[in-house]
Structure formats: structure tokens, C-alpha cells
């Protein structure tokens, strides 16, 4: 077993060191002032960041500010918010400036909670310093602000630039997605962000009980170590969010160490007996028992191991394990699935779901994958699934060895139930293609065949239920009125083909910019468009529609011989409520707006209240 654990980990060193010499011969981009200004709210400062690699870790704020003026560090590649496992500390430097925001109280937020300790140094023009610590090897009340993940206030006077230097050091993965909030953004990020991990432990909770109660039911040990297994990785990941540091050990920076590597053995143990039982492997396959019986002993000793082993070498180790583990049991549901075990479909999927969920977080831990919300939360999406779909195969299981013990005097029933199921089946499936061909030709008629936007008719059909949902909820809704500039020119000179590719161009343009605030467009005649936006006031309206003028201006159609440029106008109209604003008035306003923006010489946002220029 430890020689397989130690090939685990050598393979995967030898794959990081692959990855980090091919990020080493990419070009470094030149890094830039990270200027803040009144519209920023959240700053991602990673693409601002240069790094120095300390690696005897023994480099003061003073000696990093000359290697930094001496052009010391290195830009840190677009995309890398990761280096793996590292020893010694690393440096990281932004020059930020504030030029017009209001806010100059900004939080500076490590999105990562496992760092051993992180300090910031921000040097401001008169020669002061700034300094603050961080991370879980310091009591958590050192935190700025009571938060799963490190954090600093940071202040940031208007027009000065601040020298921001960061010291991370660390015997977990060194990651650094460093961002600045505004408190409020903070506030609202935060909020959002305890929910999705609320709804997901609500999830594991549920399952525990009702598995629990099962069990209780039952007496069937499956129920047991499937309990068991969930509680394990509920507290994986309660350690790994930074949760079990923030509520549970808030003083013992040990514990917020050690439990990383036990729960995942804790974990593995669980995962390991759960197959055993459930796909009941002593009768169907004993060699593989056996294998399983010896890696819940290998994880029993690293889980004891890991309270005396140096975290560095504990967490890779049980990192590795979890592949190894996760892996073989999908070779024990194959094999058994192989046999005519029926429940083990179920089972392999779940585990299907968990193991690409795994893999993706341990590859953001050793630098083989950026850190984006899916390979940072790849891992709660698939044990999520994992444990629904467990669930039902535990359902599953129980449902198919009580009809196998009924089976002799159901035989004929069962004969002609399956006569009916099939008949059924073969109804639903016509159906269903039915219900699929309606809903085809439902969609069709209701899409412009040019761009593919709603049409015009489609979008009056539906503004009457969003202004109601409106005012039901009492949320704003804005109007955007969109007119490509000059577009009868784009056909003059090159034709109507290329006319009709601009504007397939600039509908999806417009639409991925838009789209994402859940915004409804439709094509509303020729060149024009129109776009609804929920819950968005003026000013938001305003803000987006200027960000979508921009998309639009900074790129080009290259649908002709040479790259067209397109430019827009933009009129918004936010939909007065309170006074019972009908469709056609509102409409009318943001075409109004639409007229001032074309008036005011086109290439601009502008809404109804502003005045014409004279």
C-alpha cells in the first residue's frame, strides 16, 4: 500500500513539475497600477501581482521593497492563482491607486482559508507603514472581519499610489485569489456565499437523518457507514472552507492543521466499509474485500500518523490517497456491476460524480488547474450529488433485495407488469417526442430566424408577467432601447450578406453581455433591439448598458473583407411602479432616450430624464 501511495505522489509531483517549467517559459505580462475607481466595487488584483519566491523564508518587508524597486519580482502569468506545494515563503507586490472612488476603506480578502500565515505591508508616498497578519496558525480573532477566509482592511487614500506587499507562507497549497471589496460588496458577497454553503450542509443534514433514522429502521449496517462516510466528508469540507477554523477551533491553529489530513482519512475509512457493505462484497467478490480491508487499515494509521507527521507531508500524502481510494471503489462497482448487481449502476454514478469533483480540487491544490468557481466548488457540487444519488441507491438496494425474496411468488404478476410497463414505457416515449417536437416549434415561433433574440411580438407577450412580477416584489425593472450607428452604411457599401453577419455579430455580443443579469432581449426591427432587465434600477441599468456600448465598441465583425467597426446608442428608462407606468408608455420613454442618445452624437448611453443638448 505505501508503495502505491508513494508512485500516487510521484506521478503527480513529476505532472506539477511538467506544469510549472511550461508556465515558466510563457512570457511574463508587464504589470500595471491597479487604478480603483468610483464604479469598482470588487477588484480581482491578481493580474496587477508580481511574486518573488523566498525560499529560505527569512526576507523582511524592507528587504522585499528594494528587491521590488530593483525590478526583483516576477509577474505572476495571466490565469495563476495557484504554485502547489511549496517551501519557504512567497512575495507578492501590486501598486494600487485610488483615483476617484469614494470608498477609501477597502477589505483585502485571501478567497483561500488553509494558509499557514499571510501579512500584509502597504507602504504608503510619506514613508509609512502599514502591517497586519493573518492565517490559521493565528488565533482567528486576528481577522479584520470574523470570515472563514483571511482578510484585512486596507485603507486607500484618493490620487496617492500604495505599494501592497503580501507574504504568504504556508505548508498547504499556495494559492493567492486575492481580491478587494468595498465593505459593501463584501458584505453581499459574504451573505451569498454563507448561503450556498448553508444550502449545501442543509443538504448533508438532511440526508444524515433521514439515513440515520433508517438505519435505526433497518438494522442494515450499510445505512451505518453511509451515515458515517457523510458525516466524515461533511467535516472535510467543513475544515477545508475555513468553517471548522471559524467555529469549532477558533484558538487551536494545531487543530486547524491536523484536522485536514484526519478527516479526509476519517472520510476514506467511511467510503471504504460503505462499498463493502453495500455492494456486499464478501460474497461477490472477496479479493476485492480484501483490498478494500487494506486500505481502511493504510487510512487508519495515516489518520494516527497525521497528528505527528509535519502537515506537509500528511495532507499530499492523504491528497493522493483520496485518488487511490475513490478510484478503486469504481473498479469494485464495475467489476460487481459486471456481475449482474444491478444497485451498483446507481453507485457508480454517484461515484462517478464525486471523483470528478475530487480530482478538480486536488488539482487546483497542486497547480494543475486555475482556481475558478467550478474546480473551487467542484467538489461540494459533486459529493452533493454523490450523496443524493447514494441515497437513492441505499433506497434502491433495499427496494431490490426484498423483491428478490418475493420474486417465486410474484414471477407471473411480475411477467405481466412488465407487459403494461412496456406498453407504458412506449406511450410516455411518443409523448414525450410530442411534448419535445411542441415545445420545438413553440421556441422556433417565437425566435427572430436572423439573430436568434426573442422576436418583437415574443417580447410584448412577456413584459406584461415581468411587470407584474415587478411590482409584486416590489423590484425595479429597466427598459434599454439598442440602435447600431450608421448601419444602413454597413449595407451600402458591403452588401446585405455581410449587413445580415453584423448583425448575428452583434446580437451575441449584446447577448453575452446581458445575459448574465437575466436579461430579456428581443430583436424589435432592422437594426434595433430591445432588453428588460429585472431587478435592475436606472443606475444599474445604466451601468450595464454602458458595459454592453463598450463590448460592442472594442471589438469588431470581421464578417467582410476588412474588420467592421460597430458602435451603438443606448436609451434607458427605468419603469415607474409607483405610478402604474403603462408597457407602451415605458416603451415610448426608452425610446426617448434612445433619440437623446442619437442626438447627443450617437456612441453613448442615455436615459429618458436627461435633457436634449441645445
Same mark, same amino acid.
Request: hydrophobic share 45%; with cysteine.
Given at each position: 500500500?505505501?508503495?502505491?501511495?508513494?508512485?500516487?505522489?510521484?506521478?503527480?509531483?513529476?505532472?506539477?513539475?511538467?506544469l510549472?517549467?511550461?508556465c515558466a517559459?510563457?512570457?511574463?505580462?508587464?504589470?500595471?497600477?491597479?487604478?480603483?475607481?468610483g464604479?469598482d466595487?470588487?477588484?480581482?488584483?491578481?493580474?496587477?501581482?508580481?511574486? $518573488?519566491? !523566498?525560499?529560505?523564508?527569512?526576507?523582511?518587508?524592507?528587504?522585499?521593497e528594494?528587491?521590488?524597486?530593483? !525590478?526583483?519580482?516576477? %509577474?505572476?502569468?495571466?490565469? &495563476?492563482n495557484?504554485?502547489?506545494?511549496?517551501?519557504?515563503?512567497?512575495?507578492?507586490?501590486?501598486?494600487?491607486?485610488?483615483?476617484?472612488?469614494?470608498?477609501?476603506?477597502?477589505?483585502?480578502?485571501q478567497?483561500?482559508?488553509?494558509s499557514?500565515?499571510i501579512?500584509?505591508?502597504?507602504?504608503?508616498?510619506?514613508?509609512?507603514?502599514?502591517?497586519?497578519?493573518?492565517g490559521?496558525?493565528?488565533?482567528?480573532?486576528?481577522?479584520?472581519i470574523?470570515?472563514r477566509?483571511?482578510?484585512?482592511?486596507l485603507? $486607500?487614500?484618493?490620487?496617492a499610489?500604495? !505599494?501592497?506587499? +503580501?507574504?504568504?507562507q504556508?505548508?498547504?497549497?499556495?494559492?493567492?485569489?486575492l481580491?478587494?471589496y468595498?465593505?459593501?460588496?463584501?458584505?453581499? %458577497?459574504?451573505?451569498?456565499?454563507?448561503?450556498?454553503?448553508?444550502?449545501?450542509?442543509?443538504?448533508?443534514?438532511a440526508?444524515f437523518?433521514? /439515513?440515520l433514522v433508517l438505519?435505526?429502521?433497518t438494522?442494515?449496517s450499510?445505512?451505518?457507514?453511509?451515515?458515517?462516510?457523510?458525516?466524515?466528508?461533511?467535516l472535510?469540507? @467543513?475544515?477545508l /472552507?475555513?468553517?471548522?477554523?471559524?467555529?469549532l477551533?477558533?484558538?487551536s491553529?494545531w $487543530?486547524a492543521?491536523?484536522?485536514?489530513?484526519l478527516?479526509?482519512?476519517? *472520510?476514506?475509512?467511511? +467510503?471504504q466499509?460503505?462499498?463493502?457493505?453495500?455492494?456486499?462484497?464478501?460474497?461477490?467478490w472477496?479479493?476485492?474485500?480484501?483490498?478494500?480491508?487494506?486500505?481502511?487499515?493504510?487510512?487508519?494509521?495515516?489518520?494516527?500518523?497525521?497528528?505527528?507527521?509535519?502537515?506537509r507531508?500528511?495532507?499530499?500524502? *492523504?491528497? #493522493?490517497?483520496?485518488?487511490?481510494?475513490t478510484?478503486?471503489?469504481?473498479?469494485e462497482a464495475i467489476?460487481?456491476?459486471?456481475?449482474?448487481?444491478?444497485p #451498483?449502476?446507481?453507485?457508480?454514478a454517484a461515484?462517478?460524480?464525486?471523483?470528478?469533483?475530487?480530482?478538480?480540487?486536488?488539482?487546483?491544490?497542486?497547480?494543475?488547474?486555475? &482556481?475558478?468557481?467550478?474546480?473551487?466548488?467542484?467538489?461540494?457540487?459533486?459529493?452533493a450529488?454523490?450523496m443524493? $444519488?447514494?441515497?437513492?441507491?441505499?433506497?434502491?438496494?433495499?427496494?431490490?433485495?426484498?423483491?428478490?425474496?418475493e420474486?417465486?411468488?410474484?414471477?407471473?404478476?411480475?411477467?405481466?407488469?412488465?407487459?403494461?410497463?412496456?406498453r407504458?414505457?412506449?406511450?410516455?416515449?411518443?409523448?414525450?417526442?410530442?411534448? !419535445?417536437a411542441?415545445?420545438?416549434?413553440?421556441?422556433?415561433s417565437?425566435?427572430d430566424?436572423?439573430?436568434g433574440?426573442?422576436?418583437?411580438r415574443? @417580447?410584448?407577450?412577456?413584459?406584461p408577467?415581468?411587470?407584474?412580477?415587478?411590482?409584486?416584489?416590489?423590484?425595479?425593472?429597466?427598459?434599454?432601447?439598442?440602435?447600431?450607428?450608421?448601419?444602413?452604411?454597413? /449595407?451600402?457599401?458591403?452588401?446585405h450578406?455581410?449587413g445580415?453577419?453584423?448583425?448575428?455579430?452583434a446580437?451575441?455580443?449584446?447577448?453575452?453581455?446581458?445575459?448574465?443579469?437575466?436579461? =430579456?432581449?428581443?430583436?424589435?426591427?432592422?437594426?434595433?433591439?430591445? =432588453?428588460?432587465?429585472?431587478?435592475?434600477?436606472?443606475?444599474?441599468?445604466?451601468?450595464?448598458?454602458? &458595459?454592453?456600448?463598450?463590448?460592442?465598441?472594442?471589438?469588431?465583425?470581421?464578417?467582410?473583407?476588412?474588420?467592421?467597426r460597430?458602435t451603438?446608442?443606448?436609451?434607458?428608462?427605468e419603469v415607474?411602479? #409607483?405610478?402604474?407606468?403603462?408597457?407602451?408608455?415605458?416603451?415610448?420613454?426608452?425610446?426617448?432616450?434612445?433619440?437623446?442618445?442619437?442626438?447627443?452624437?450617437?456612441?453613448?448611453?442615455?436615459?429618458?430624464?436627461?435633457?436634449?443638448?441645445g
Amino acid at each position: 500500500m505505501g508503495r502505491t501511495s508513494s508512485g500516487a505522489v510521484g506521478l503527480l509531483c513529476t505532472l506539477l513539475c511538467v506544469l510549472a517549467g511550461l508556465c515558466a517559459a510563457l512570457p511574463a505580462q508587464a504589470r500595471e497600477t491597479l487604478v480603483l475607481s468610483g464604479g469598482d466595487a470588487v477588484v480581482g488584483i491578481n493580474p496587477y501581482l508580481g511574486y $518573488l519566491h !523566498d525560499a529560505e523564508g527569512g526576507l523582511d518587508a524592507g528587504d522585499v521593497e528594494r528587491l521590488q524597486r530593483a !525590478d526583483g519580482f516576477t %509577474a505572476v502569468p495571466p490565469g &495563476k492563482n495557484s504554485f502547489g506545494f511549496q517551501s519557504g515563503a512567497y512575495w507578492f507586490h501590486a501598486r494600487v491607486r485610488n483615483a476617484d472612488s469614494p470608498t477609501t476603506r477597502w477589505l483585502l480578502v485571501q478567497q483561500y482559508a488553509l494558509s499557514d500565515e499571510i501579512e500584509i505591508h502597504a507602504r504608503y508616498p510619506d514613508g509609512r507603514w502599514m502591517t497586519a497578519a493573518s492565517g490559521d496558525h493565528r488565533p482567528f480573532q486576528s481577522r479584520a472581519i470574523r470570515y472563514r477566509h483571511p482578510n484585512f482592511w486596507l485603507e $486607500l487614500p484618493p490620487g496617492a499610489p500604495v !505599494d501592497v506587499y +503580501v507574504r504568504i507562507q504556508s505548508e498547504s497549497s499556495m494559492q493567492i485569489p486575492l481580491s478587494l471589496y468595498t465593505p459593501t460588496a463584501f458584505a453581499e %458577497a459574504s451573505r451569498d456565499a454563507q448561503f450556498a454553503i448553508g444550502l449545501y450542509y442543509g443538504i448533508l443534514l438532511a440526508l444524515f437523518f433521514y /439515513n440515520l433514522v433508517l438505519w435505526l429502521t433497518t438494522q442494515d449496517s450499510s445505512y451505518f457507514w453511509y451515515v458515517f462516510h457523510l458525516t466524515a466528508f461533511g467535516l472535510v469540507l @467543513f475544515t477545508l /472552507n475555513g468553517l471548522g477554523f471559524e467555529y469549532l477551533w477558533p484558538h487551536s491553529p494545531w $487543530l486547524a492543521d491536523k484536522s485536514v489530513p484526519l478527516s479526509i482519512c476519517l *472520510a476514506q475509512v467511511g +467510503v471504504q466499509q460503505f462499498a463493502r457493505k453495500f455492494l456486499d462484497l464478501g460474497n461477490r467478490w472477496q479479493r476485492g474485500d480484501r483490498v478494500g480491508l487494506l486500505l481502511i487499515a493504510a487510512f487508519a494509521l495515516l489518520g494516527i500518523a497525521s497528528a505527528f507527521l509535519p502537515y506537509r507531508i500528511s495532507v499530499p500524502i *492523504a491528497s #493522493a490517497g483520496v485518488f487511490i481510494s475513490t478510484g478503486w471503489v469504481a473498479v469494485e462497482a464495475i467489476v460487481v456491476l459486471r456481475r449482474g448487481y444491478a444497485p #451498483a449502476r446507481i453507485f457508480l454514478a454517484a461515484w462517478a460524480a464525486f471523483l470528478v469533483g475530487t480530482a478538480m480540487f486536488a488539482a487546483v491544490a497542486f497547480a494543475l488547474l486555475p &482556481k475558478t468557481f467550478v474546480t473551487e466548488y467542484g467538489v461540494q457540487i459533486g459529493s452533493a450529488l454523490e450523496m443524493l $444519488l447514494l441515497s437513492i441507491a441505499l433506497g434502491y438496494r433495499y427496494a431490490s433485495l426484498r423483491n428478490e425474496n418475493e420474486r417465486i411468488i410474484r414471477d407471473g404478476r411480475q411477467q405481466l407488469m412488465h407487459e403494461v410497463k412496456a406498453r407504458t414505457s412506449e406511450l410516455q416515449d411518443a409523448l414525450s417526442q410530442l411534448g !419535445d417536437a411542441h415545445a420545438r416549434l413553440r421556441e422556433s415561433s417565437q425566435r427572430d430566424a436572423l439573430t436568434g433574440l426573442y422576436t418583437r411580438r415574443h @417580447f410584448h407577450e412577456r413584459l406584461p408577467a415581468l411587470l407584474q412580477e415587478a411590482r409584486a416584489q416590489a423590484a425595479p425593472l429597466s427598459l434599454l432601447m439598442v440602435d447600431l450607428d450608421h448601419f444602413k452604411s454597413i /449595407n451600402d457599401e458591403h452588401g446585405h450578406l455581410a449587413g445580415d453577419s453584423c448583425l448575428r455579430w452583434a446580437a451575441r455580443v449584446l447577448a453575452g453581455t446581458l445575459r448574465p443579469a437575466h436579461a =430579456v432581449m428581443a430583436r424589435f426591427g432592422g437594426e434595433e433591439f430591445v =432588453v428588460a432587465l429585472p431587478g435592475h434600477d436606472l443606475e444599474a441599468a445604466t451601468g450595464l448598458a454602458e &458595459k454592453a456600448r463598450q463590448a460592442l465598441a472594442g471589438s469588431a465583425c470581421d464578417s467582410a473583407e476588412t474588420p467592421l467597426r460597430i458602435t451603438t446608442s443606448i436609451g434607458v428608462h427605468e419603469v415607474d411602479l #409607483a405610478n402604474d407606468e403603462g408597457i407602451d408608455q415605458a416603451l415610448e420613454r426608452a425610446d426617448r432616450a434612445l433619440y437623446r442618445a442619437k442626438s447627443d452624437g450617437r456612441d453613448c448611453v442615455r436615459t429618458a430624464g436627461e435633457a436634449l443638448p441645445g
